[in-house]
């Protein structure tokens, strides 16, 4: 764009240039940063639902029985379901009985299961 003599200062057509460069490096910068935030809050939930589920996991046999019921509960803003069942093997074990133990955690607010974890326990026999 040719200038007059004496013309100083940018014209407006190249202020509107920067302002929509600058725009679209903030627009970006906001984008990532709320992904960012978002991801943090998924990861801080996802490890809260695995503790929960160690938890249960780690009183399976202990404060309720291993007898095929599904026992469930709440913790915060989590809700547990907590089932067993036997385990099937090739041959019986004089030991005793292996019961498969899976605990499921969930939003209380409802939604998609968070964590999951298994384990066998061994019952000895009575």
Do not use: N
Not at 22 to 40: E, K, N, P, Q, Y
Not at 68 to 94: D, F, N
Not at 101 to 126: F, H, K, N, Q, Y
């Amino acid at each position: 764009m040719a200038r007059r003599d004496g013309q100083r200062g940018f014209g407006l057509v190249e202020v509107l240039v920067a302002l929509g460069v600058l725009g679209l490096g903030l627009g970006l910068l906001f984008g990532i940063v709320g992904d960012t935030a978002l991801r943090s809050r998924i990861g801080g939930d996802r490890q809260a639902a695995l503790l929960v589920a160690r938890s249960q996991l780690d009183g399976a046999g202990i404060a309720y029985a291993l007898d095929g019921r599904e026992v469930g509960g709440v913790s915060g803003p989590l809700a547990y379901a907590v089932r067993s069942r036997p385990y099937e093997t090739a041959a019986p074990s004089t030991a005793g009985q292996l019961w498969l133990v899976t605990v499921s955690v969930w939003p209380r607010a409802g939604g998609p299961v968070i964590a999951e974890l298994r384990s066998l326990r061994l019952v000895p026999p009575r």
